[in-house]
């Protein structure tokens, strides 16, 4: 799995997620600090990366509809140090199977998660 991290996520999370075994980048190593939206998704899409992100706007399935990119995590967390957005992502990951992600919307909570998953088998990856 490859991501890409917002600009609203700690760059220390893509140093946790490459402990994990993951590749990922930030968007200010890709010259993406301060894109909009669109830009940023292009650049997921682009290159088979799921976003991981905190903007609420990502979630809008009438703008990013599941099976359109390759897949949107949305943290949705009162709190956001570095240490509970880990443990929070950590858990998610060995909660669910990696291929729910590809392709869809997750809203990931504390201490739950959502999966907004692509309806037809034609998938966009």
Same mark, same amino acid.
């Given at each position: 799995?490859?991501? *890409? #991290?917002?600009?609203?996520?700690? +760059?220390? !999370?893509?140093? @946790? *997620?490459?402990?994990? $075994?993951?590749?990922?980048?930030?968007?200010r190593d890709v010259d993406l600090r301060g894109a909009s939206?669109?830009?940023?998704?292009? @650049?997921?899409?682009? &290159? $088979?990366?799921?976003?991981? !992100?905190?903007d609420k706007g990502f979630t809008n399935i009438l703008h990013y509809p599941p099976n359109t990119?390759?897949?949107?995590?949305?943290?949705? #967390?009162?709190?956001? +140090?570095?240490?509970?957005?880990?443990?929070? *992502?950590?858990?998610? @990951?060995?909660?669910?199977?990696?291929?729910?992600?590809? $392709?869809?919307?997750?809203? #990931?909570?504390?201490?739950?998660?959502?999966?907004?998953?692509?309806?037809? !088998? &034609?998938?966009?990856?």
């Open positions: 799995m490859k991501f *890409l #991290l917002d600009e609203n996520i700690s +760059p220390k !999370t893509v140093k @946790f *997620l490459k402990s994990l $075994g993951f590749e990922a980048v930030h968007v939206d669109s830009e940023v998704i292009k @650049f997921a899409r682009e &290159n $088979g990366l799921i976003l991981i !992100t905190v990119h390759h897949g949107i995590i949305r943290l949705k #967390l009162k709190y956001m +140090p570095s240490k509970i957005v880990h443990s929070v *992502l950590e858990r998610f @990951f060995k909660a669910v199977r990696m291929e729910e992600i590809k $392709g869809n919307i997750i809203i #990931l909570e504390k201490d739950r998660f959502r999966i907004r998953k692509k309806q037809d !088998t &034609n998938s966009f990856i």
